[in-house]
């Protein structure tokens, strides 16, 4: 996954992150959160390994073969740390990653790239806006599960890769522009309706998010989250060429 846009600007840490696993974990409603943040994010890593190594067939060149392959790679040993931690935590990896399969597999249904191109543009845009959406959740995580976290979301490489293609076929034909654009806007619709409805499915994950566990509830603060996301891919959409 991508590193944020919007880096320096990250949400406060709250008062749960100065606790470490073994004592955060005690409370019961906190343990399934994370749980089900773990289980999300496994899954999420696991689609897009298999993501890259589809569009690695669509790439034109042999030397961008290569490089989709390696990204693919890294996401495959994020998933990997994932499914390690819940073992740790004695937690089965499927049984966590399961219930968000059916959204996440809806969402690369709807969002299918019909070429290579809308393929990039669609790593780099939904990738990081589940990025963002995750490094916000880890400002309410204990220090232990927040490391990994964050460890996985590092840049694959993915960006740069992708903001350097995009602008290269916009330049040779100012045309495609347009079309990689109104892409981008659906990418980020449909993007957010899904991150909203996890959420809304799973009732411990969406306390943590509003500060329900051991924070205090701040449903303003979850407004000013959606905000900085669309913020951060507004700026994507700059480095891509693309209007917002």
């Known amino acids: 996954m991508e590193t944020p846009d919007n880096a320096n600007e990250a949400p406060v840490l709250t008062r749960i992150a100065a606790q470490d696993w073994a004592t955060a974990s005690a409370e019961p409603q906190y343990r399934a959160a994370v749980v089900d943040l773990l289980g999300a994010l496994a899954y999420g890593e696991l689609a897009a390994f298999e993501r890259l190594a589809d569009d690695a067939k669509l790439a034109p060149t042999l030397a961008d073969k290569a490089e989709l392959a390696k990204m693919a790679s890294a996401e495959f040993q994020h998933f990997e740390r994932l499914t390690e931690r819940l073992t740790a935590i004695e937690v089965e990896p499927t049984g966590a990653m399961e219930p968000f399969a059916r959204a996440l597999d809806e969402f690369h249904r709807q969002t299918a790239p019909s070429d290579w191109l809308e393929g ?76 909203q409805r996890v959420v809304a499915d799973r009732d411990a994950l969406s306390t943590m998010l509003v500060g329900g566990v051991a924070d205090g509830f701040d449903l303003a603060e979850v407004g000013r989250m959606f905000s900085r996301i669309t913020e951060a891919h507004t700026k994507r959409m700059a480095a891509l060429g693309l209007a917002a």
């Open 120 to 195: 990039l543009v669609k790593a780099y845009v939904g990738d990081s806006i589940a990025s963002d959406f995750y490094r916000e959740v880890a400002a309410r995580l204990d220090s232990d599960t927040r490391s990994l976290v964050l460890a996985v979301l590092d840049d694959t490489g993915h960006g740069n890769f992708a903001v350097e293609k995009v602008r290269a076929a916009i330049e040779a034909d100012p045309r495609v522009g347009g079309r990689l654009a109104l892409w981008a806007r659906r990418l980020m619709g449909e993007a957010l309706s899904q991150a």
